[in-house]
């Protein structure tokens, strides 16, 4: 069915890039239905509920569960992630994709919620995520500097605007 009036989502991956290769990524998670989850902003500073330290620990395990991801700078705010995240293979087998590596954390960040707030506890993730291959030195600074001051920027934040609550 084609054309089943429902709007159709547009790709959001690059056509013929290979996501297994080694590089930089940055990537945003929204939380389901942009709603604020994970703590709030006070005092252009983000601090973290209960949730938002079950999503905090599993980020920082994910080299644990995949070796070749090495985490750079990374932000949690109330209603989304920012995270610039670097694969480095040192061999050509066993290839990880970005995708396999968002995957797991976002199985991982609702199975911990899960675990202490019972199967019945808040979807925490949309579907899906942003990516941006970081092809420059002064693209990753570019993207470092807004990553690290996204708290200070919250009362202009595009997903603050779009925050499910409103």
């Excluded at 990374?74 to 087998?93: D, G, R």
Aim: hydrophobic share 35%.
């Amino acid at each position: 069915m084609l054309n089943s009036g429902l709007p159709q989502r547009r790709p959001l991956r690059l056509k013929n890039f290979d996501y297994s290769s080694n590089g930089f990524y940055f990537i945003t998670l929204c939380c389901y239905q942009r709603c604020s989850l994970f703590g709030e902003i006070i005092e252009q500073q983000m601090h973290a509920n209960f949730i938002g330290s079950l999503v905090t620990l599993q980020w920082q395990k994910t080299p644990e569960h995949f070796p070749v991801v090495q985490l750079h700078p990374w932000v949690l705010m109330p209603n989304h992630f920012h995270a610039i995240v670097e694969l480095c293979h040192k061999q050509e087998t066993q290839r990880i994709k970005l995708g396999a590596v968002v995957a797991a954390f976002k199985s991982l960040s609702q199975k911990a919620v899960r675990e202490n707030f019972g199967q019945n506890a808040a979807r925490l993730w949309q579907r899906g995520y942003y990516d941006h291959v970081i092809r420059t030195e002064a693209a990753y600074q570019h993207i470092v500097h807004y990553v690290q001051t996204n708290p200070q920027h919250w009362h202009t934040d595009y997903f603050n605007q779009m925050d499910g609550r409103r």
